[in-house]
């Protein structure tokens, strides 16, 4: 099992493309991904996990909206 430490913040991974994915979209970033659902301050540093959250927290919000952000955000 390769180990692959990330050279700016130290995190090790053990697949070399994870930490390729991780320094390219998560190291030293600002989330970019918000939620755009009004009074929710969630973001996320994916689009993958922003799709989680609002699924996860907002499927109670009106049908419409979420398929609205869904298609946006998918
Ligand atoms: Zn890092
Ligand atoms: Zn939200």
């Given amino acids: 099992m ?3 430490p990330c ?3 130290g995190r090790v991974y053990s697949h070399y493309p994870s930490r390729q ?4 979209y998560e190291c030293g970033k ?3 991904f918000a939620c755009a659902f009004e009074n929710c ?3 996320a540093k994916r689009k993958q996990t922003l799709k989680i959250h609002i699924i ?4 109670g919000h009106k049908r419409k909206m979420m398929s609205e952000f869904l298609k946006k955000y998918i």
């Fill in 21 to 24: 994915r991780h320094l390219k």
């Fill in 41 to 43: 301050a969630y973001k």
């Fill in 30 to 32: 600002q989330p970019t």
């Fill in 2 to 4: 390769g180990s692959f």
């Fill in 56 to 59: 996860n927290q907002h499927s």
């Fill in 7 to 9: 050279h700016r913040c």
